[in-house]
């Protein structure tokens, strides 16, 4: 089983950045994809950005050109850089990792940190 902790949230003004790290911990898998996800009040979760295991990113339309998620593979590490942050950015966001063996598949989510976007 895989064990996430992500750190990196808090408060920010518009314009400003954060870096949000999800640390992966465990033993007996290959970890796939990792990826960012995020859950405004009231809305539903949706997804920010994903990584291969050979680094090739995804991006939503509303983070491109913004966001950037990146791994340390050594570490078992995803990060995500967020620069020019908009007050619509405010949200929760978790960690997800897609791992497993030859023959099996899981997922995991992290505990969630929290972006606020505000003046």
């Known amino acids: 089983q895989v064990q996430l902790v992500e750190s990196g949230g808090g408060l920010v003004q518009p314009g400003g950045s954060l870096r949000l790290s999800c640390a992966a911990s465990?033993?007996?898998?290959?970890?796939?994809?990792m990826g960012w996800y995020r859950q405004a009040p009231g809305k539903q979760r949706e997804l920010v950005a994903t990584?291969?295991?050979?680094?090739?990113?995804t991006y939503a339309d509303s983070v491109k050109g913004r966001f950037t998620i990146s791994r340390e593979n050594a570490k078992n590490t995803v990060y995500l850089q967020m620069n020019s942050l908009k007050p619509e950015d405010t949200a929760v966001y978790y960690c997800?990792?897609?791992?497993?063996?030859?023959?099996?598949?899981?997922?995991?989510w992290g505990q969630g940190t929290q972006v606020t976007v505000s003046a």
């Open positions: 990584i291969t295991s050979d680094s090739r990113p």
């Open positions: 465990g033993s007996g898998f290959s970890i796939n994809v």
């Open positions: 997800n990792v897609d791992y497993g063996g030859r023959w099996w598949r899981k997922e995991s």
